[in-house]
């Protein structure tokens, strides 16, 4: 069963930087799917960047291309979200999802992907 577990959540003041982690595993595919979400209070969870381990393909919205950034260690099976120059927007609950597979794309889209971790809070003050 694929099993997944953020870290790295805090409190950081505006301008400041985090680094998520996302640990994997049980996956019966070498290769697999993390996307990265987050969902702050009364707002729909959104997509904030993806990658696949099978090319390294990576995606993430326009708006949050140069901020934040997806990478990915795959002898620790671990995912890496790097996030600059944070501001208040950037706080909410941030989640890690996974597709079993090769995959040549990846997807900033909630319902692409069955299994999600528990999450880790981010909180941005002024």
């Known amino acids: 069963e694929v099993q997944l577990v953020e870290s790295g959540g805090g409190l950081m003041q505006a301008g400041g930087s985090l680094r998520l982690s996302c640990a994997a595993s049980?996956?019966?595919?070498?290769?697999?799917?993390i996307g990265w979400f987050r969902q702050a209070p009364g707002k729909d969870r959104e997509g904030v960047a993806c990658?696949?381990?099978?090319?390294?393909?990576?995606d993430s919205p326009d708006s949050l291309k140069g901020r934040f950034t997806i990478s990915i260690d795959k002898a620790k099976n671990t995912v890496y979200l790097q996030m600059d120059s944070l501001s208040l927007e950037d706080t909410g609950e941030y989640y890690c999802?996974?597709?079993?597979?090769?995959?040549?794309?990846?997807?900033?889209?909630?319902?692409?992907?069955?299994?999600w971790g528990q999450g880790t809070q981010v909180t941005v003050s002024s």
């Open positions: 999802a996974a597709e079993d597979g090769v995959y040549y794309y990846c997807s900033n889209g909630a319902g692409w992907y069955p299994y």
């Open positions: 049980g996956f019966t595919s070498n290769d697999y799917a």
């Open positions: 990658i696949t381990t099978y090319d390294g393909s990576t």
